[in-house]
């Protein structure tokens, strides 16, 4: 179908009147139109009939007219709106105008008046969109006559046995079907009740069968049919609720037993399931949805759509791996058909969206809705590790007698669940915590600092040349200092706000003490921490003394640790860095710099500090494998940093695929999700050099 059909209007108008402005009017709104314009009734009159008309605008009509214009309305039998434009403010004989069965009258004295052309405008797209909507009202009557036709003639000479059943008694059975029961009339079938062809000992099979059709999983019914002259056989019955002139009716096909029933039954099941959930799959669950938009026409049973919207499943795949990522999916199937009650109907439609149908969810408040989503997200959080977060973003839709099949349920759902997201950017980060207030936070990292509510997590960094080292980058997160939640704050959120304040230094002592009695702890040699410290350490001049002070008191080695800092930190105070930089080279502790590469010249920068490390920014290794020149311009890098023995590392890599390329491209040093997500253990299983003899094998 033309999505923008030209519209045909056909206009009577004395020759002085503005029926060429109006035409522009209406074009200008964006429809695409076809005029013609007739200058007294009788050239109307022949005009109507030479097509088909979507709309008559009759502009300025004389008032001696009108009787003659209400003759041509009438004899044409027109189905198009007719619109009567004046452009005079008060016309005197609008009462006239009125009685010739105009569909509305529209004042144009002044064009130039916004309110008087968007209603205007207003008043021709509202009356297109009731023609459009009657037109295709009758084309889909005309289609399903015809489709009703050739579906009783098909159903009338097929080999299956069909019968259609309302309240139990057979209202249309086929040759077939009557030919399998002995009837040859069908005076004799029809207001047969089914169970008159049911064995005795069957019937409470049979019925139980019938009335779970509404029910997907429910099996084929294998029984003990009776025919007219008493003759039993074995048979098996399908069934589906179907309409049928105009009412709820159970279509019935019933054939003779063969084959193994169970093995039958099993198999529809299982191919009614998603495998990894349990739960329906999409084409059952639309299906359900769509049952349950003609028990709303048929039946007046009311039932509600709920779209769940797991979220940040894709980290968690990347993260777990697959084989995990599909357990955990069983998983919150398993938990889904837990907390949902019995009457509740639930599938998995795409790989991160669920649907649940809820009957009769008016006998149900809003807080019973609430209380399951939020039982739903408190029991998600657990199926992960710490440091993952998952939940769920859910949205309702009314099944409604309107919707002509489950896409629009499910789109009006989906649309609830997007204006929930857009509210949720402006409440919520992009790990689904909920985004405080600046006073706010301020107000907990204080609490934090004096109750020692801070997390530390491990994420290591891998040498892909085994040095027989442990390297770990440490990273800090911030707990809720009044204990009510439990969710944790990330570095982003607080620590700019740190140095504005200046907290930075407290935080950065408290991460580098709970370090360095980690280390003393764990009393491994190999061990190598990874600290990064605010601009606050930096541009102040306590940290390095206090430092040195810890050091000696813990009787610690500086060879374990490494502090870091940002290209950036060297761009807004170099003299600071660079004097920073020379501390901490005078008492052995080594120096990595982080987002290398993020300014115009960072080679200049890098040489103010006597680095050790140089962690490259994400833009520098982003497209390796899609762009030699970026692989190339990356090599020479690289060999630039290496002629200046600096180590390089290359952070945030999320697929194993581009290891391969960074060992090509001579990087020294890899860390990301694909190798383990920060976690609040250092158990990664580094490489290490093995010698191998024949007695490795004895």
């Known amino acids: 179908m033309d999505k923008n059909p030209v519209t045909n209007i056909l206009i009577l108008a004395p020759s002085g009147a503005n ?16 005029a013609r314009k007739a200058d007294s009734c009788v050239q109307l009159a022949e005009l109507i009939g030479k097509q088909q008309w979507d709309l008559m605008l009759l502009i300025d009509c004389d008032p001696g007219m009108f009787t003659e214009l209400n003759e041509v309305l009438l004899q044409s039998r027109h189905e198009f709106p007719a619109l009567l434009l004046h452009s005079q403010p008060s016309p005197p004989n609008l009462p006239a105008m009125l009685a010739i069965g105009v569909d509305e009258v529209v004042d144009i004295s002044d064009t130039e008046d916004k309110l008087q052309v968007d209603r205007l405008l207003h008043t021709v797209t509202r009356e297109l969109t009731r023609l459009h909507e009657l037109r295709a009202g009758r084309r889909a009557t005309a289609a399903l006559k015809d489709l009703e036709k050739r579906y009783q003639l098909l159903l009338a000479n097929a080999s299956d046995a069909v019968s259609y059943l ?22 004799d ?37 009776v025919g007219k002259d008493g003759r039993v056989f074995n048979a098996i019955m399908d069934g589906a609720n179907v309409p049928y002139e105009g009412e709820r009716a159970l279509q019935l096909f019933i054939r003779p037993a063969t084959g193994n029933t169970e093995l039958k039954n099993a198999v529809r099941q299982i191919h009614n399931r998603d495998l990894l959930t349990g739960l329906l799959n999409r084409s059952s669950m ?19 759509l709920l779209l769940i919207q797991l979220q940040n499943m894709d980290e968690i795949a990347l993260v777990m791996g697959r084989p995990a990522t599909n357990l955990l999916l069983g998983d919150i199937g398993s938990l889904l058909q837990k ?59 009314a099944v409604t007698a309107d919707a002509s099949d489950a896409e629009v349920i499910l789109g009006r759902a989906r649309y609830n669940i997007s204006v929930q997201k857009n509210q949720r950017r402006l409440n919520y980060d992009g790990d689904g915590n909920r985004k405080l207030a600046p006073e706010e ?54 620590l700019e706000m740190a140095n504005q304040h200046g907290l930075g230094e407290e935080i950065d002592r408290w991460v580098i003490l709970s370090s360095l009695e980690l280390l003393k702890s764990r009393n491994t040699p190999q061990l190598r921490l990874t600290i990064n410290v605010t601009q606050n350490s930096i541009t102040g001049a306590t940290l390095i003394p206090w430092l040195v002070n810890k050091l000696h008191v813990l009787r610690q080695s500086t060879e374990q640790l490494i502090l870091q800092i940002s290209e950036l930190d060297i761009i807004s105070a170099p003299e600071k860095t660079s004097e920073f930089s020379r501390q901490l080279q005078e008492i052995g502790i080594k120096l990595a710099v982080t987002h290398f590469g993020c300014s115009l010249d960072p080679f200049r920068h890098l040489a103010l500090v006597n680095a050790h490390f140089v962690k490259l920014d994400k833009a520098l290794i982003q497209d390796l494998g899609i762009d030699a020149k970026q692989l190339e311009t990356l090599q020479l890098i690289i060999s630039r940093l290496h002629a200046s023995s600096v180590q390089v590392i290359a952070p945030m890599i999320d697929q194993m695929g581009m290891l391969p390329l960074l060992w090509q491209a001579n990087v020294n040093m890899v860390q990301g999700n694909c190798l383990q997500e920060p976690s609040d253990n250092m158990d990664f299983t580094f490489m290490q050099d093995e010698e191998i003899t024949l007695r490795s094998f004895s």
């Open 339 to 397: 907390l949902l009650p019995a009457d509740a109907v639930a599938g998995r439609l795409q790989s991160n969206e669920l649907a649940v149908l809820i009957p009769e969810l008016s006998s149900r408040d809003k807080k019973w809705l609430l209380a399951l989503h939020d039982s739903i997200n408190a029991n998600l959080q657990p199926l992960v590790p710490q440091t993952l977060q998952l939940f769920a973003i859910s949205g309702t839709a």
């Open 286 to 304: 639309h299906a359900q949805i769509e049952h349950a938009i003609s028990d709303v026409v048929y039946e007046r049973k009311s039932s509600t």
């Open 166 to 187: 309302h309240d139990g008694v057979h209202v249309y059975a086929n040759a077939a079907y009557m030919d399998l029961f002995g009837y040859h009339s069908t005076e």
């Open 441 to 494: 936070i301020l107000k907990r990292m204080q609490g934090a600092l004096s109750n020692g509510d801070f997390v530390l997590a491990f994420q290591p960094v891998v040498n892909l040349k085994a040095d027989g080292l442990e390297h770990y980058e440490i990273r800090i997160r911030m707990r809720n200092s009044t204990g009510n939640d439990s969710e944790l704050i990330y570095p982003p959120d607080f």
């Open 19 to 34: 029926a060429e402005q109006v035409v522009n009017l209406i074009r200008k709104s964006g429809l695409s139109v076809f």
């Open 189 to 225: 079938m029809i207001s047969t009740p089914l169970l008159n062809l049911v064995a005795e000992d069957d019937i409470p099979k049979v019925k139980e069968f019938l009335r779970k059709q509404s029910e997907l999983d429910n099996r084929s019914c294998a029984f003990q049919a």
